[in-house]
């Protein structure tokens, strides 16, 4: 069992930065495959980035490539998405997943945070 709270949420002007943090719970989570998703009102969970369980590997959606970054501290139980270039697109509620294997679509994860706000003006 793995249990995540995300953090770091808030309210940014289009152009800025931000830097979302997912705390697990548990001895096991270096064997998780990490992943970040987000949904926007009315729209359907949509993936954003995936790490690997050791950190050397991932994988990104072409509408966050070049601007997000997703990496993972083991020791502290953490993983993190840093976002920059932020657009008013990018307005979502985000989610960190727990998965034992690497997936673009949420059914891939078996564990979910509660989300965090993400809001973007432009």
């Known amino acids: 069992q793995v249990q995540l709270v995300e953090s770091g949420g808030g309210l940014v002007h289009a152009g800025d930065s931000l830097r979302l943090s997912c705390a697990a719970s548990g001895r096991t989570f270096s064997s998780y495959v990490m992943g970040w998703f987000r949904q926007a009102p009315g729209k359907e969970r949509e993936f954003v980035a995936t790490i690997s369980w050791s950190g050397d590997r991932t994988y990104y959606a072409d509408s966050v490539k070049d601007r997000f970054t997703i990496s993972r501290d083991n020791a502290k139980n953490t993983v993190y998405l840093q976002m920059s270039s932020l657009k008013p697109e990018d307005t979502a509620v985000y989610y960190c997943?727990?998965?034992?294997?690497?997936?673009?679509?949420?059914?891939?994860?078996?564990?979910w945070g509660q989300g965090t706000q993400v809001t973007v003006s432009s």
């Open positions: 997943a727990a998965g034992r294997y690497a997936g673009v679509t949420p059914r891939a994860y078996d564990y």
